[in-house]
């Protein structure tokens, strides 16, 4: 229609089938008369409410009904399950009798979407403060160290030397440790856990990792038949185990075992040491995502030493059950605490 044309566009022509029009709108349509009863639901308004069209009629509508913004109205379904309605509100007269038009359309996913999207940069602000936070310790180690070395370095003697690069050589592994961690938890996050499962010899395994860790010092000892073979993916087997024998050396005490049991369809590996295990308030968010750095104490704990990441335990529960298995901790009956992972058996 042009700014010239005469014809007035405040009502539909006579005989212009209105009625069809509701009924076929892609949203929901909702006439409710003074006294709050639905006078008129149209089909999409009806599978919104999950219940047929016939029994909504003369039901009270139930919600503040004012020409104002769009709102948002949470709908239980008969089944139990919800959802998020945006809600338009007009009035106007049928007949003589005033009556308010609700305009619904289903907004549930994109509500779930800007939750999930709440969630995902409030996460990303704690994983850039953890990761600025464990980084400061090591960065200024080294940079300190460095630093001694170079002002220094003509009046040290070899055995000073030494210790200084060793000083090094820990930060170091402390920084290779936490990108490490962060590159497993972007993975997950990125929903790239690709799990790629084959037999595994678990004995074998467990000493290949110990020698690449050289655990030696540690005095592990390894309680494994050399028959048991687990089913799983073996990047993710390295990650998890890796994982829960850092936690044993950072906040456990020496000797640390590994100990191995199999049954019908799982292989359960088993953590522990000679410390005094995890205060019961702190087991509920040990497999937490930052269960260790934001609470404490969050793993097997001692009085003093570094503070963790709060990642490692999250990594192994998710990696153990994308892959069919699980993780968890258990007190002991024997005064040694441990961990637990359970993968199936090949």
Request: one cysteine or more.
């Amino acid at each position: 229609m042009t700014d010239s044309d005469p014809r007035p566009c405040t009502a539909p022509p006579p005989g212009y089938p209105v009625e069809a029009v509701v009924e076929a709108a892609p949203d929901g349509i909702v006439a409710v008369d003074e006294e709050g009863l639905i006078r008129l639901c149209n089909p999409a308004a009806a599978e919104l409410f999950g219940r047929p069209a016939g029994e909504l009629l003369g039901l009270p509508f139930g919600f503040p009904l004012a020409a104002r913004e769009p709102a948002e109205i949470d709908l239980v379904l008969p089944s139990g399950s919800g959802r998020v309605v945006e809600m338009r509100v007009t009035a106007t007269r049928a007949s003589g009798d005033r009556l308010h038009i609700a305009m619904l359309r289903d907004v549930t996913e994109r509500r779930r979407t800007q939750h999930a999207l709440e969630a995902a940069l409030a996460r990303q602000d704690t994983v850039i403060a953890v990761t600025a936070h464990e980084l400061r310790n090591p960065l200024a180690t080294i940079g300190v160290l460095a630093h001694t070395l170079r002002d220094a370095g003509a009046r040290l003697t070899d055995e000073q030397r030494a210790d200084i690069a060793d000083r090094i050589i820990d930060a170091t592994a402390r920084l290779q440790t936490l990108v490490r961690k962060h590159l497993a938890a972007a993975r997950i996050d990125g929903n790239a856990v690709d799990a790629a499962p084959r037999p595994v010899p678990v004995l074998e395994f467990i000493l290949e990792q110990l020698g690449a860790m050289d655990e030696g010092a540690l005095q592990v000892e390894v309680d494994c038949a050399p028959d048991v073979v687990a089913f799983v993916d073996r990047g993710d087997l390295v990650e998890m185990l890796v994982n829960y024998l850092e936690n044993a050396r950072t906040y456990g005490r020496p000797p640390i075992g590994i100990h191995v049991t199999a049954a019908a369809g799982h292989v359960d590996i088993r953590v522990h040491d000679d410390g005094p295990g995890v205060p019961p308030e702190a087991v509920p968010r040990l497999f937490q995502r930052f269960g260790r750095a934001t609470h404490a104490p969050g793993a097997l704990t001692r009085a003093h030493g570094p503070q963790g990441t709060g990642l490692g335990l999250w990594i192994v529960r998710t990696l153990a059950r994308a892959g069919g298995g699980d993780a968890w901790y258990e007190p002991g009956t024997d005064g040694a605490p441990g961990f637990h992972l359970r993968l199936r058996r090949a």
